[in-house]
């Protein structure tokens, strides 16, 4: 696969989201759910990366954060979705990485962007049916 021109930007908000290969479901537990958590914060603290928003939904995730270098964004994803993997196949006996890549991202360059940015965030277990609203969603933080 070829190398993804992405415009990451110092400083600014980017709302990333990954989506599992296949679309196959990764967190059928609260385990499955807290071990990722724990594996995300602990990335997130290791590269200095501010955490504003994070959804995870079972076959996709959703993130808005801020780091002060653009290109800590792609290492704090890299990592987080390594050890994740690492953790997941050895639970379930599998190979491989489970989200594709590269992640997607877009820059919220203003005010208006990054809380719009946050409502969808918020809102993806809405959109999928999930629950009826927003605050009654368990892996919304």
Not at 16 to 28: A, D, E
Not at 35 to 62: E, P
Not at 64 to 82: G, Q
Request: net charge positive; proline share 2%.
């Amino acid at each position: 696969m070829g190398r993804l021109n992405r415009r990451l930007v110092n400083g600014l908000v980017h709302h990333c989201y990954q989506k599992t290969i296949g679309g196959y479901l990764i967190f059928y537990s609260v385990s499955d759910f807290l071990v990722f958590f724990t594996t995300f914060c602990c990335c997130a603290c290791n590269h200095h990366v501010q955490v504003l928003k994070l959804c995870l939904m079972y076959d996709h995730i959703h993130v808005s954060l801020k780091a002060d270098k653009a290109t800590t964004i792609s290492s704090f994803v890299r990592e987080y979705t390594s050890r994740f993997a690492k953790a997941y196949n050895a639970q379930w006996g599998l190979r491989g990485p489970i989200f594709c890549s590269p992640f997607g991202s877009a820059v919220k360059r203003d005010a208006k962007a990054v809380r719009t940015n946050f409502i969808y965030v918020d809102n993806n277990p809405v959109e999928r049916h999930i629950v009826s609203a927003a605050e009654q969603y368990r892996w919304n933080f």
